[in-house]
């Protein structure tokens, strides 16, 4: 074995394998090809191959099937004559440790995120804002950071929105003309977000990055899937969660260059839905991502029908090329395919454009990337097939690894501590408070606090058993209380985002 390890992607015409090198998978790839051509497959069996070789894998499961990675595929007839013709003697049947996620926390462990986290840029996006609504947003957020309120769910943002209405006029003076029908705007889209299932996926306990990048106890990567089944009709929500996770990646991962393996790869199935009618400030920030994400020792995978779903400033970052079938039935068609046939290398041996319409199932164009980091000439590749099963486990397997699984209970239930909403709601209970008490009653007030203060000394901060009273403990809380507020306050004044997270990119 070399330091350098392989995975049998198929084989070729001529009967040779065509291989392709782990450790450039941080150069990142794609996997493009029309429905039913088998992109979902070639996705499954380079999954598992990554986490045989001890490297985790992330992925969205969008139509349902992928979950079949977790179970033993079967002994079939096609099966056994594929791995002849490719030369595989080696084929046992066997399934991937894996974690299921959803957003909702139906079908998987709960994933949410924080609206700080998420940041003005990806939440504007969101909510398909538009350039001055999405400023808007960013003052918002601006002012939460100066005030020291922490924004973790929609009530937080809800309750901010409706403060900074009531307050436009002397805000304007510091960060500009504060509209109130960009406001309410805002706000309406909120709501559709809520409705959307933004509820669920904004909060807290927010998702830990290195829950996805863990092994099992013989050391293969797990394969975490995210059930994206009912996210198809909510797309942004979907974008939107796979850019921020990626900002995280790269924001929290320590800086490692060219190994022999990838620290983390993640797919990225129904492309498209990351790029349609993104702003350009959000594309720029995309791009700048994937560039730098590569020296975190993460590659991406994206999944789409055809190359041009992708920008080319992406699109040229990309060194593993895996083309399934595209069909000509259009001159719009044609144009994809020629499209397609040019982003490889070309082979004078293939007719590059012609032989990507007559491809079968299981059977794609493939180019990788050598040891110099060239990509190779394009090649037919009849592709391996998976280990595991192909098709969705069933239900009651599902089951059994969600018991079993060593997050069961961390995402479960949801954690609601003191943020914008309660901190904003405060602040106006105390400013329709009665006027004080005469002098006289605050000293004497003051002497009762300061000698409950001595008796919560003398006998310990928090009281033990014996003499303790209710009057102490009650005390000793406030304390505590307001200890925690204060340190709320000051995380709030420097929240953290990736660099998807704000406009200035500031850490």
């Not at 070399?2 to 070729?12: F, K, Y």
């Not at 996620?101 to 003005?120: A, C, K, N, Q, Y």
């Not at 009651?396 to 961390?410: A, C, M």
Request: proline fraction near 5%; aromatic fraction near 6%.
């Amino acid at each position: 074995m070399t330091d350098r390890q392989q995975i049998i992607l198929g084989g070729n015409k001529q009967g040779q394998q065509i291989l392709f090198d782990a450790g450039m998978a941080n150069r990142h790839g794609l996997i493009t090809g029309a429905t039913g051509t088998g992109k979902t497959i070639t996705l499954q069996m380079l999954a598992e191959s990554f986490s045989r070789l001890g490297v985790p894998v992330f992925s969205a499961d969008v139509k349902g099937d992928l979950s079949g990675i977790a179970g033993p595929g079967r002994e079939h007839k096609k099966i056994s004559e594929r791995l002849t013709r490719i030369g595989i003697s080696h084929h046992p049947f066997e399934g991937c440790p894996a974690l299921f996620w959803d957003l909702f926390g139906r079908s998987g462990h709960p994933v949410r995120t924080t609206i700080s986290e998420m940041g003005p840029i990806l939440l504007a996006n969101v909510m398909n804002l538009n350039e001055t609504q999405s400023g808007i947003l960013q003052v918002a957020f601006t002012v939460a950071d100066d005030q020291g309120l922490l924004l973790l769910d929609l009530k937080d943002l809800q309750t901010l929105l409706i403060w900074l209405s009531d307050h436009r006029q002397e805000l304007g003076k510091e960060y500009g003309n504060i509209t109130s029908t960009s406001i309410a705007t805002i706000q309406r889209n909120l709501l559709v977000l809520r409705e959307a299932g933004g509820e669920y996926f904004f909060g807290e306990p927010a998702l830990k990055i290195s829950d996805l990048m863990r092994t099992d106890f013989s050391g293969r990567g797990v394969v975490s899937l995210i059930d994206a089944s009912s996210l198809q009709s909510n797309p942004r929500i979907y974008s939107s969660f796979l850019l921020w996770l990626l900002s995280e990646l790269m924001e929290e991962l320590p800086e490692r260059g060219d190994a022999a393996l990838p620290r983390l790869v993640f797919f990225f199935d129904e492309a498209h839905l990351l790029f349609n009618n993104a702003p350009p400030v959000l594309l720029e920030r995309i791009t700048q991502v994937i560039r730098l994400i590569r020296s975190k020792g993460v590659g991406i995978f994206f999944v789409s029908q055809y190359p041009s779903d992708i920008p080319d400033v992406i699109l040229g970052q990309l060194g593993c090329r895996i083309q399934h079938a595209l069909r000509a039935y259009t001159p719009q068609d044609q144009k994809a395919v020629r499209v397609a046939a040019e982003t490889f290398r070309q082979n004078p041996a293939i007719d590059t454009a012609a032989m990507i319409s007559e491809l079968g199932i299981g059977e794609a164009l493939v180019s990788t990337l050598d040891a110099q980091g060239k990509p190779t000439m394009v090649d037919w590749c009849l592709l391996s097939p998976p280990r595991s099963l192909i098709g969705p486990v069933d239900g009651t397997e599902k089951q059994r690894i969600l018991n079993n699984s060593p997050l069961s209970g961390t995402y479960d239930t949801p954690v609601d501590r003191q943020s914008a909403h309660e901190m904003l709601l405060a602040r106006a209970s105390a400013q329709q408070a009665p006027e004080p008490p005469p002098l006289q009653e605050q000293v004497g007030f003051t002497d009762q606090l300061l000698q409950a203060g001595q008796n919560i000394l003398g006998g310990g901060a928090f009281g033990n058993a014996k003499g303790a009273t209710s009057r102490r403990q009650s005390v000793s809380e406030v304390l505590v209380k307001t200890v925690v507020r204060s340190i709320g306050s000051q995380i709030g004044r420097s929240l953290v985002r990736g660099l998807l997270g704000s406009l200035s990119g500031r850490r």
